[in-house]
């Protein structure tokens, strides 16, 4: 869960509260009833009342506050180091009347006492991050999960390179997000054709 869990409180600090469900979502779904399954099940509610709030969707962010709060309700207040204390009073607010909620200033979400962004991520939370982003953005997911196996080949042969490099830029810097995928794109085209030309050898 780890890598997904920081993956989605950084997409989510970083204000893009839609996408960060996504690093939650496709783990939460095989999770089977318990408190990790209520858990994530709760912090995509948040997301959600999040997202409706900051749109003015006062009906959307008051429905889903209360089932929200009750997911994460009765987890303890720092359950997977995350600052559930916080949400609760907010949730509750929301549910009461969204409209007097301050949604310029959303909670920020922590992990272990420390607000997660983009540039605190390991290579995994940030291979799950790039592949959110890359759908959230509208750019071609297959390349960036092709980089993401790309890289880990990096890192287990040498433990770094230029994947991981351009994986890290295409999560941590957004305003060069077109840039660093046209050249992510490339790399990724050219080692999809040397695959290609080493299969062809054994035809």
Known sequence: MHAHLRAGLAV????????AHDAWE????????????????????????????????????????????????????????????????????????PESVDWDTPPRLTHEGEPVGY???????????????????????AVVEDAVDYARKELAEKGEGRFVGQLFAFVQEPDNRGFVYAHLSNHVERERQKDDDVAGLFD
């Open 12 to 19: 989510y600090n970083a204000g893009r509260f839609h996408a």
């Open 26 to 97: 496709d783990y939460w779904l095989d999770l089977d009833d318990g408190d990790d399954e209520r858990f994530l099940h709760g912090l995509i509610q948040f997301t959600a009342v999040v997202h409706h709030g900051t749109d003015g969707n006062w009906s959307g962010a008051q429905g889903l506050a209360e089932s929200a709060g009750e997911y994460l309700g009765d987890l303890p207040a720092d359950y997977r180091g995350v600052n559930l204390d916080d949400l609760g009073p907010f949730l509750a607010r929301v549910a009461d009347d």
């Open 119 to 141: 540039a605190d991520l390991d290579f995994e939370s940030a291979a799950v991050a790039a592949e959110v982003l890359a759908e959230a953005d509208g750019y071609d997911e």
